[in-house]
């Protein structure tokens, strides 16, 4: 399901689904790198370890942008 799927949708809980779903990636993203750990991501359809350093270096560059 796409965002554009979840907009129309007719239930507020699932309207709201995916900008909670980005919230807790965020955080989860600012917990790993807070206590040093590798984040478990799926990155087409691998599963990647991504460590505290990369995570900050992906934020950095988020910023720029």
């Known amino acids: 399901m796409n965002v554009p799927d ?7 809980d699932l309207r ?6 980005q919230r807790a990636a965020d955080m ?3 917990t790993a790198m807070q206590t040093e750990t590798d ?5 087409e359809g ?9 995570l900050r270096r992906q ?3 988020k910023a720029g942008t």
């Open 6 to 12: 979840l907009s129309t949708a007719t239930d507020p």
């Open 16 to 21: 709201a689904s995916f900008t909670a779903l």
């Open 28 to 30: 989860a993203r600012k």
């Open 39 to 43: 984040l478990v991501v799926v990155q």
């Open 46 to 54: 691998q599963l990647v370890h991504l460590s505290a350093s990369e």
């Open 59 to 61: 934020t950095t560059g």
